[in-house]
């Protein structure tokens, strides 16, 4: 059972947390608790960092950061021992999570299982620090933002956990968000593959690595509200049934920037030396698109996120005269939105439904991408809630009211 920021972001909200792993315990559970840092809390102590230091050095800046999950799950432990369950904090390096070296991105190299299961064995609930671990000289780490769902998924696969309940301030995942899309709904199931494509396009419910995790071991998700007992999302591995639905899932992310380059020369190596200077600076790429070349030149448009832009254009600058296009184009008020589904494999026209829905409302799509699972536009950024509201009720997730 993991509980998020919001979910131990008070007393009482401790308390919750503390009657609901007793329940589950009373249910005859064998339960591990994950916490994370108190809401707000992590953002506290990141600013902190940065008033003492313009640089924090990084091996301080985990053992500061990691402070956060320290404080919740001593007082998620005190709050069990108090409804006379056994619980005992562990940090990361008690329940033995080793990491690699890369403080503030560590990644998890193993779990020694035995100190959690040891605990289990004697009765106890282990509530376990999220987010943190350690590397191979016992040096708190930490595993980037919102580790603690990467924490959890690690747990509940080296102790071979039936399943790792992710508990948070909304009942689920939803088709899109509700905020945005007011019919969106939660949706029952869904694979690790269209959660991993929902997670990295923006759905805030899961850490994007948590579900790349989840996936590999294959440790079923269940993403539900720790404000009321209703079932949430399911994030499974794939069955039959799931390719029955054409579209699980609509997101966009309205951050991106565009780029042209009009007139490139269309010779071997220039791709390559366009992208590897922009590597280089360590600038994600996403979309890419090159035209068919004309008279020995060709065009070719791009998106980076929007706070990358300028230092993309720096890059490409630097390059211009060995490279020699002919000049450059940005637009920065572009968004990303896709349609998620595993049944497109199975399921021809999901791409013309989606650009006739978006042509019969006159938006224009500037690039378009593909994989087996996704369909990805970018169009202007100020018809990206209009597009994905259509887009819901043409691909029929509306609520039924
Ligand atoms: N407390 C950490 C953060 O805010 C980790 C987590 O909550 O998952 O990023
Ligand atoms: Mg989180």
Not at 100 to 111: E, G, M, N, P
Not at 151 to 178: F, Q, S
Not at 222 to 227: A, E, G, I, K, Y
Request: net charge negative.
């Amino acid at each position: 059972m993991k509980f998020g920021g919001t979910s131990v972001g008070s007393v009482d909200r401790i308390q919750a947390v503390a009657d609901r792993i007793a329940a589950a315990v009373r249910a005859g559970d064998r339960v591990v608790a994950v916490c994370s840092a108190m809401s707000g809390e992590t953002n506290r102590l990141i600013a902190l960092a940065h008033e003492v230091s313009a640089r924090p050095l990084p091996r301080e800046y985990d053992v500061l950061v990691a402070t956060g999950e320290q404080a919740s799950i001593a007082l998620v432990a005190m709050a069990l021992n108090d409804r006379g369950v056994a619980g005992r904090s562990f940090t990361g390096l008690q329940a033995a999570i080793r990491t690699d070296r890369a403080h503030t991105k560590a990644r998890i190299v193993d779990i020694d299982p035995q100190p959690l299961r040891a605990a289990l064995e004697r009765g106890e609930v282990p509530v376990v620090a999220g987010f943190q671990g350690i590397d191979a000289e016992a040096n708190t780490t930490t595993l980037g933002r919102g580790g603690s769902d990467l924490t959890a998924v690690a747990i509940a696969h080296a102790l071979n956990a039936d399943v790792c309940e992710i508990y948070t301030d909304v009942d689920g995942v939803y088709t899109c968000d509700p905020n945005v899309v007011p019919s969106a709904r939660k949706i029952e199931r869904i694979s690790y593959e269209e959660m991993l494509e929902l997670a990295s396009l923006g759905a805030k419910v899961l850490q994007t690595r948590s579900v790349e995790l989840a996936m590999k071991v294959d440790v079923p998700l269940h993403v539900r509200s720790s404000f009321d007992t209703s079932e949430g999302t399911w994030v499974t591995r794939e069955v039959p049934e799931m390719e029955d639905i054409l579209v699980s899932g609509i997101a966009y992310n309205n951050r991106e920037a565009k780029i042209s380059l009009i007139d490139v020369p269309d010779q071997p190596g220039i791709a390559s030396s366009i992208f590897s200077t922009l590597a280089d600076q360590n600038i994600n790429v996403d979309m890419i698109i090159q035209n068919i070349s004309i008279d020995g030149t060709t065009d070719m448009t791009f998106t980076v996120a929007e706070t990358d832009l300028d230092a993309a254009l720096d890059a490409l600058r630097s390059i211009q005269s060995d490279v020699g296009w002919e000049h450059i184009e940005t637009d920065r008020e572009v968004a990303k939105l896709s349609v998620v589904g595993v049944g497109m494999r199975s399921h021809a026209g999901v791409a013309a439904k989606m650009f006739q829905t978006l042509a019969a409302v006159g938006i224009n799509i500037q690039m378009i991408s593909t994989s087996e699972i996704k369909i990805s536009v970018v169009i202007e950024r100020k018809y990206v809630e209009l597009a994905a509201r259509e887009l819901h009720s043409a691909f029929g997730l509306d609520a039924s009211a």
